[in-house]
């Protein structure tokens, strides 16, 4: 069956940056968007970024523009998500999802499947 594994996650100081990864295996990689989410302790989740199959386009929260990109690479099945200038309330698990759709990548209902998520504590 289909598997996403997340890594890259851990405790940084504000300020800091961290690159979680997401590998896929069993799936045709290159034909899925893939997105990030996440949630933090007493929220619901959250769209973070998206990017479409082929890396053309990417989307973002507004809270993570300009510092968060993701990026991909077909090659290795892999999606990553750098983030630069960490913040406190960035800290929640971090979850990378994979959508046959390539429109409406912000809505959590259009994935097919997700990873099993990365803990990103950021402290102040």
């Known amino acids: 069956q289909v598997q996403l594994v997340e890594s890259g996650g851990g405790l940084v100081q504000a300020g800091g940056s961290l690159r979680l990864s997401c590998t896929a295996s069993r799936l045709t990689f290159s034909t899925y968007a893939m997105g990030w989410f996440r949630r933090a302790p007493g929220k619901e989740r959250e769209f973070v970024a998206a990017?479409?199959?082929?890396?053309?386009?990417?989307y973002y929260a507004h809270f993570v523009k300009d510092r968060f990109t993701a990026s991909r690479n077909n090659a290795k099945n892999t999606v990553y998500l750098q983030m630069n200038n960490l913040k406190p309330e960035d800290t929640a698990v971090y979850y990378c999802a994979a959508a046959r759709s390539d429109w409406g990548l912000s809505d959590d209902r259009l994935y097919d499947y997700w990873g099993q998520g990365t803990q990103v504590t950021v402290s102040s």
């Open positions: 990017i479409r199959w082929n890396g053309a386009n990417t």
